[in-house]
């Protein structure tokens, strides 16, 4: 059975960092390109981030570049996201995918 | 990039059909695309790949009532037999390089 669990938000700070995980299980990782798209409260999907299976290849939504990085660790089945200079308009909750599996989200709030 | 669009509603009656419409941009009329459901407080969930043949794969445990169709750049999710549990958000999504983007989403009401 597919697998994806995220980890890693919860309340931070403007201007602060945060660092999300997903770990994945049920199928062979460093077959697939991963992605971490956000929801943010009330409002539709928007894709944020996207790795190929070797991190070879990588893609930033215009609204997160400069700022966010995407990172995966094959080895461990494991994907990131480094978060920095969040905002508050960051505030949602952030779904690891792989093209046909979703994970069932962690939740990032900016405020002060 | 391709730009996605979805009207913002629909309804359909239980137990009947609806179909779902996104339109692709100008100029990426051939695009694959996805659809994903999300049930009221859920997760999304993969439903299928839909080529622009009209050609399209559904994920693990998709009931048969899903379908999927294309006539130039329209995209269409078919619901048949429409269930309670139906009701949810549909997006589809597309990607061009190493960007992905999704529709902005229909809302499906059961009545």
């Known amino acids: 059975e597919v697998q994806l669990v995220e980890s890693g938000g919860g309340l931070v700070q403007p201007g602060r960092s945060l660092r999300l995980s997903c770990a994945a299980s049920?199928?062979?990782?460093?077959?697939?390109?991963m992605h971490w798209v956000r929801q943010a409260p009330g409002k539709g999907l928007e894709w944020v981030s996207g790795i190929s299976w070797n991190s070879g290849s990588i893609g930033y939504a215009d609204s997160v570049k400069g700022r966010f990085t995407i990172s995966r660790d094959n080895a461990k089945n494991s994907l990131y996201l480094q978060m920095n200079s969040l905002r508050a308009e960051d505030t949602a909750l952030y779904y690891c995918a792989k093209s046909d599996y979703w994970g069932q989200g962690t939740l990032v709030t900016v405020s002060s | 990039q391709p730009v996605l669009t979805q009207s913002s509603s629909a309804s359909a009656s239980l137990g009947s059909s609806v179909k779902l419409t996104c339109t692709l941009s100008?100029?990426?009329?051939?695009?694959?695309i996805a659809w994903h459901q999300q049930q009221p407080g859920k997760a999304p969930r993969y439903l299928m790949k839909?080529?622009?043949?009209?050609?399209?794969n559904k994920g693990s445990g998709v009931p048969d009532r899903f379908s999927g169709s294309s006539s130039g750049a329209d995209r269409y999710l078919t619901i048949s037999n429409l269930q309670s549990e139906d009701e949810a958000d549909y997006y589809c999504?597309?990607?061009?390089?190493?960007?992905?983007?999704f529709g902005g989403g229909t809302k499906l009401t059961v009545l």
């Open positions: 100008s100029g990426h009329s051939s695009y694959i």
């Open positions: 999504e597309t990607w061009d390089s190493n960007t992905h983007v």
């Open positions: 839909l080529e622009g043949s009209g050609s399209y």
């Open positions: 049920g199928f062979t990782f460093d077959d697939y390109a």
